[in-house]
């Protein structure tokens, strides 16, 4: 069971952004023990810098599409901090090499409520 900490339940996302990305031939050719200690020593580290203002979900897909393997979610508290995680991405692997980049999708959760000054619409 995943426990939510006080830390995760005030972080308050000004954006989403959904990175659609497919594993490269590279990437699946490394052992699983090999992709997870690049994971630890290069990714990781990243996560850590930035971890103030983005958050990152990880969703695998390869189950049910073939265009992305996995999307990465962020939620950022502002885009600057969200343009500041991508340029220390774009300085490794895992940028373009071990996974592509297909798409970025940026999105506001409810802004159509919010602009309206009306309640979210959830069930």
Do not use: C
Not at 9 to 26: C, G, H, R, Y
Request: proline share 2%; hydrophobic share 50%.
């Amino acid at each position: 069971m995943m426990t939510i900490s006080a830390d995760d339940m005030m972080f308050d996302p000004a954006l989403t952004i959904f990175m659609l990305v497919k594993t490269s031939p590279e990437w699946l050719g490394f052992s699983v023990d090999r992709r997870f200690a690049l994971l630890r020593e290069q990714f990781t580290p990243i996560l850590e810098k930035h971890a103030a203002n983005v958050r990152l979900r990880f969703f695998d897909v390869e189950f049910y599409a073939t265009r992305v393997t996995d999307i990465w979610m962020w939620d950022a508290r502002s885009h600057h901090g969200y343009e500041l995680l991508v340029e220390d991405l774009r300085e490794t692997a895992f940028w373009d090499r071990y996974f592509h980049i297909v798409e970025i999708l940026t999105g506001v959760e409810n802004a159509y409520a919010r602009n309206y000054d009306r309640a979210v619409i959830t069930v």
